[in-house]
């Protein structure tokens, strides 16, 4: 077993030069190299590669087009090519389970070259290995299309063989996928050498967080341009902003719950604040599909393995409502504003199978009007875009010092749930391109990244000395804040709100103060990190 989980680079390009890639990768802290020949197809400088350095820690990897790689050619021709380099002694060759399974030339060939004990019989995959092998044995499957199954007896197949490492990497509907691809890794830890990771933007957990479940490896790209597999990090990622050298067996488990997630910068933000005070922690991205059925399949999935390690959530759009419902159906105690708002942004594990709900947006918005100063909101008719978990924030923040809240929505169906509730004005979405009010506050997704273009309202509304508030916080400045400053508008960036907030969920998780400063500027390095790759 090896004593931590080994970091691979994929190389899948010829450009640069692979020793150049190679290089990269080590110095980057790779420990392993993928040579992925279906995608390289020079295979001479592959094995040239292979000679200059005949202790380069490096996999082969000749994936068919069937498991998600480019390989269309024969079995025959795939098993001559692998053997060959094969031979020049890499750390492992990667041979999928399927080929292994059907064909006694394969097993008989490959078993030549990693010395072992293979008889013809396919029956006997569990022949012991040779000592010395020269050439380490991962045998693999893909399913890049769905998940397995029955994910566990994929894998019960796989172990059975004598292969060094097993593989099996799949694609994920969303987080609960993700999560029992996890449960799966634990079920095998110290037992055999598991890799299982998950595709897609919901599988980044799983590549994140294979060394606290003592996965045999994980992946990280040097470019994203040129990663293996969707949702693969890169390496500067994967140790930089989710600090894969601290991540072990005790590390707690935070994250943020939403769809889509790509636009988040939790994982920044809250990995640095745990960084800074020396929290044994790691935020991670756990997309699930909307709807209440999504949110309660994944929620009862972490519930139900509590050796998963999550402590605490962050819940964004749409699922804000779905977890308050979650809770009250489960009968867990739901704290302070979520009781007012009906809504929750932040879950707190209680106990084994236990949660506790609470809501820091509230919070977020009344530190976020406090920058303008004192009195800000006295009297003043507000105008609130949206029905959602942030409006019902934005409302029970506002309602005290507001004189008159009008919601403007495009389900008239919530919207007039809220005006039972508050006691607020409801009118049309198509109203919003006549309002008049003197607090703007826009609490939906309109103008987030990747759709920064769009405003939820026409300029023509913005008048001088109107405050207008965005909870938008990526990118800082929307559309509608751009165009609320060059009316001569005051306005209240959403990055306030989501700082605020954040630093409320850290405290409730980890019971220390917040390290705002810290907060602040791992948001300020983000949006520089962001801007600097969409010019490059």
Request: proline share 5%; with cysteine; glycine share 8%.
């Amino acid at each position: 077993m090896p004593a931590r989980t080994r970091l691979v680079v994929p190389i899948t390009s010829n450009e640069p030069p692979l020793a150049q890639q190679v290089a990269a990768a080590r110095a980057a802290g790779a420990d392993l190299v993928e040579l992925r020949l279906d995608c390289l197809r020079d295979w001479a400088v592959v094995e040239q590669l292979l000679a200059a350095d005949p202790q380069l820690p490096a996999i082969l990897t000749l994936r068919s087009a069937d498991e998600g790689g480019r390989w269309t050619g024969t079995g025959a021709e795939r098993l001559a090519v692998l053997t060959r380099l094969a031979r020049q002694g890499p750390a492992y060759m990667d041979v999928e389970y399927s080929a292994w399974r059907r064909s006694a030339t394969v097993r008989r060939k490959i078993g030549e070259v990693c010395e072992l004990h293979v008889g013809s019989d396919a029956r006997r995959w569990h022949a012991e290995r040779a000592t010395g092998a020269r050439c380490g044995l991962i045998l693999s499957r893909h399913d890049p299309h769905r998940p397995p199954r029955n994910l566990s007896a994929v894998c019960d197949r796989l172990a059975a063989t004598p292969a060094d490492v097993v593989k099996i990497v799949a694609a994920a509907r969303d987080a609960t996928d993700a999560c029992r691809m996890l449960a799966e890794l634990e079920r095998w830890r110290g037992r055999r050498d598991v890799v299982a990771l998950s595709l897609g933007d919901a599988g980044l957990a799983t590549r994140v967080l294979a060394a606290k479940f003592g996965g045999a490896m994980t992946f990280a790209c040097l470019d994203p341009r040129h990663a293996s597999a969707p949702g693969q990090p890169t390496i500067h990622e994967l140790r930089e902003t989710y600090r894969w050298e601290s991540i072990r067996a005790r590390t707690r488990v935070y994250g943020v719950v939403g769809w889509p997630l790509a636009h988040s910068l939790g994982p920044r933000v809250h990995n640095a604040a745990m960084a800074a005070t020396g929290v044994d922690g790691v935020y991670v991205p756990w997309p699930v599909q909307p709807g209440y059925r999504a949110l309660a399949r994944f929620l009862d999935t972490v519930t139900a393995h509590p050796e998963l390690g999550v402590m605490g959530l962050s819940v964004t759009s749409p699922h804000k409502e779905n977890v308050s419902r979650w809770l009250r159906q489960r009968g867990s105690t739901v704290h302070g504003d979520a009781v007012a708002c009906r809504a929750v942004n932040t879950l707190v594990r209680c106990s084994a199978r236990g949660w506790e709900g609470d809501n820091t947006d509230v919070q977020g918005v009344r530190q976020a009007f406090d920058r303008l100063g004192p009195g800000i909101l006295d009297g003043k008719r507000v105008a609130v875009l949206g029905a959602g978990g942030a409006a019902r924030a934005v409302i029970v923040a506002l309602r005290d010092r507001a004189r008159l809240i009008t919601v403007y929505s495009r389900s008239l169906h919530r919207a007039r749930h809220l005006a039972r509730e508050f006691g607020c004005l409801v009118k049309s979405w198509e109203d919003r391109q006549s309002l008049d009010a003197d607090v703007l506050v826009n609490a939906t997704p309109i103008g987030q990244r990747p759709d920064a273009d769009a405003t939820p309202v026409p300029e023509r509304v913005l008048k001088p000395g109107m405050v207008v508030f965005d909870a938008v916080y990526q990118p800082r400045a929307t559309k509608l804040l751009l165009a609320a400053g060059s009316r001569g508008c005051r306005v209240v960036y959403g990055d306030a709100m989501f700082i605020g907030q954040a630093a409320a969920q850290y405290e409730l998780w980890h019971r220390i103060a917040a390290p705002r400063g810290a907060m602040w500027a791992a948001l300020s390095d983000a949006r520089a990190d962001s801007a600097g790759s969409s010019s490059s």
